[in-house]
C-alpha cells in the first residue's frame, strides 16, 4: 500500500458521520487522490483532496544496516463551499470548522477538520503497516481560495521505524 492509498483508507474506512458529543453530523466528503477539484465541483460535494507532500525520507538502521526508518508525508486538503441544497443555504465555513458556539462549550470533533482530527488521534499509534501517523495542526488556508470557499490542509507522516532492507528485490 503506498502512502496516499493508506491516507485514503485511513480516512474512508475510519469516518463517522455521527459520533457522541457532537451535535451536527458532518457527511463523509468525496475523497480523490491527487486530482484536480474545481469551484463547481465544490457546489455539489465537499472534497477531500490527498497529495503527495514530500520526499520520502529513509533513515538506516540497526547493526549492519538491515532496516531502516522509512518517513512519507502527505497532505489532505479538506474543501467545502457556501451551497444551496434544496434551496437551504449551507454554510461552507460550518461544514468545514463546525458551528459557531456561544458561550457553551463546543462540540467535540466538529467539522470536516474536526473529522478528520478525529480519525487522526485515533490512529497516532499506526494503521495498516505504518507504526505511527503523525500529524500537524490543522491549518486554515482559505484566504487562498476564493469568496465563500473553506480549505483546511493538515499534513500526516506515515512512518514505518523498522522496515526491511531486502537488497535481493
Known amino acids: 500500500m503506498t502512502f496516499l492509498q493508506a491516507a485514503e483508507a485511513l480516512i474512508d474506512t475510519n ?13 463523509k466528503p468525496k475523497i480523490v487522490l491527487e486530482e484536480s477539484v474545481s469551484q463547481s465541483d465544490l457546489k455539489t460535494r465537499d472534497y477531500a ?4 507532500g514530500g520526499d520520502t525520507v529513509f533513515t538506516p538502521r ?12 502527505v497532505t489532505v486538503e479538506l474543501r467545502s463551499a457556501e451551497r444551496r441544497i434544496n434551496g437551504t443555504l449551507v ?10 458556539s456561544g458561550m457553551s462549550a463546543p462540540d467535540r470533533y466538529v467539522g470536516l477538520s474536526g473529522e478528520t482530527k478525529r480519525i487522526l488521534d485515533a490512529h497516532r499509534k499506526g494503521f495498516a503497516e505504518f ?3 503523525v500529524a500537524s495542526t490543522i491549518r486554515d488556508e482559505s484566504s487562498a481560495e476564493g469568496q465563500k470557499i473553506y480549505r483546511a490542509d493538515v499534513d500526516i507522516a506515515f ?11
Open 131 to 133: 507504526d505511527q501517523v
Open 15 to 27: 469516518w463517522e458521520e455521527t459520533i457522541s458529543g457532537r451535535s451536527t453530523d458532518v457527511p
Open 91 to 100: 454554510d461552507g465555513r460550518e461544514r468545514m470548522f463546525g458551528p459557531r
Open 159 to 169: 512512518v514505518q521505524h523498522a522496515s526491511q532492507i531486502d537488497p535481493s528485490v
Open 49 to 52: 483532496r490527498i497529495v503527495d
Open 62 to 73: 540497526g547493526f549492519g544496516w538491515t532496516h531502516e526508518k522509512v518517513e512519507a508525508d
